[in-house]
């Protein structure tokens, strides 16, 4: 009995016309953003912190985190940015016990980065 010996080895041009064969997409489309109307910036994720901090019950770590897709320690840092930048955090406990911030007022003046 005889061993067939099969062929396994492809070219690599025909390895490479195989990757391509799914469909190109127009440029943007499958994103999963919807678009931005032209009239309106669109907010940035700061923006976004902020106004959940200015709800009247504040917002949790695990909140923010939820909300804008981050991890418990980018979260944090987002708001030693904030306070950084000025604005105002309240730290205060919940019924519950959960830890949860708010800002309390309008940005105040803040000292240049540089001139420390």
Known sequence: MAK??????????AAKSRRRT??????GAGSGNPPVAADRPAETKQAHVVRMLQRDGGASVTELAA???WLPHTTR???????QNGHELVKDKRDTGETFYRIVNAVRPTR???AA
């Open 77 to 83: 840092a987002a708001l030693t940015r904030l306070r």
């Open 4 to 13: 067939i010996k099969s062929s396994t080895k492809v070219s690599a041009a």
């Open 67 to 69: 909300a804008m897709g």
């Open 22 to 27: 799914g469909a190109k997409m127009p440029a």
């Open 112 to 114: 240049s980065r540089k």
